[in-house]
T-cell receptor, first 114, second 121 residues
Framework: SQQGEEDPQALSIQEGENATMNCSYKTSINNLQWYRQNSGRGLVHLIL?????REKHSGRLRVTLDTSKKSSSLLITASRAADTASYFC??????????????FGRGTQLTVWP | GAGVSQSPRYKVAKRGQDVALRCDPISGHVSLFWYQQALGQGPEFLTYFQNEAQLDKSGLPSDRFFAERPEGSVSTLKIQRTQQEDSAVYLC???????????????????FGSGTQLSVL
């Protein structure tokens, strides 16, 4: 399976602290994306990083990608209670037969306490 | 509409019953995906449409699952003779990406609906 795996499975922090989540995957990719899911809702796209990029920023989000280690990290700075959600990494495939589908990990459940 | 719309929001079915789940993608989005999300897990790919063509159905778990998108917009996921193991959230997503861009193409971001939570008793 090409499914990414997030680490840790659960993370609990105080407001204002930074939250770091990691993702590892198994095969070569074109891009890696991070999504957020609030309880009982669909997933919301956060950021996409391409395989030739090493770091990307979007507001309080910072994503890194190390293709040699097949890993990525998502950093949320100055966290807020509203950041409480599950975070998933998703990888695509560079194989023609499976182009178009994304492979999701099990997610990291982030809880930010006020 | 402004986003991907799915209905019903919740569906309770007796084992053996047939169900139909509807997805209304964002207008103009060529690609449509169905994913299944079990409790505490990440979404798992089921099937992919480009316009009305079903280009990938390799994720459908059995021949009881059938999806269609006859006019290239609204899609329906049908599950026949539901089993308890079919209980999950079924997510629909759409995007502007198309497979025609070739092997160098990258999948643009997906826009997800809120899902249909299916409970089979």
């Amino acid at each position: 399976s090409q499914q990414g795996e997030e680490d840790p499975q659960a993370l609990s922090i105080q407001e204002g602290e930074n939250a770091t989540m990691n993702c590892s995957y198994k095969t070569s990719i074109n891009n890696l994306q991070w999504y957020r899911q609030n309880s009982g809702r669909g997933l919301v796209h956060l950021i996409l990083i391409r395989s030739n990029e090493r770091e990307k920023h979007s507001g309080r989000l910072r994503v890194t990608l190390d293709t040699s280690k097949k890993s990525s990290s998502l950093l949320i700075t100055a966290s807020r209670a509203a950041d409480t959600a599950s975070y998933f990494c998703a990888t695509d495939s560079d194989r023609g037969s499976t182009l178009g589908r994304l492979y999701f990990g099990r997610g990291t459940q982030l809880t930010v306490w006020p | 509409g402004a986003g991907v719309s799915q209905s019903p929001r919740y569906k309770v079915a007796k084992r053996g019953q047939d169900v139909a789940l509807r997805c209304d993608p964002i207008s103009g989005h060529v690609s449509l995906f169905w994913y299944q999300q079990a409790l505490g897990q990440g979404p798992e790919f089921l099937t992919y449409f480009q316009n009305e063509a079903q280009l990938d159905k390799s994720g459908l778990p059995s021949d009881r699952f059938f999806a269609e998108r006859p006019e290239g917009s609204v899609s329906t996921l049908k599950i026949q003779r539901t089993q308890q193991e079919d209980s999950a959230v079924y997510l629909c997503a759409s995007s502007l990406w198309t497979r025609d861009r070739g092997r160098s193409a990258t999948n643009e971001k997906l826009f997800f609906g809120s899902g249909t939570q299916l409970s089979v008793l």
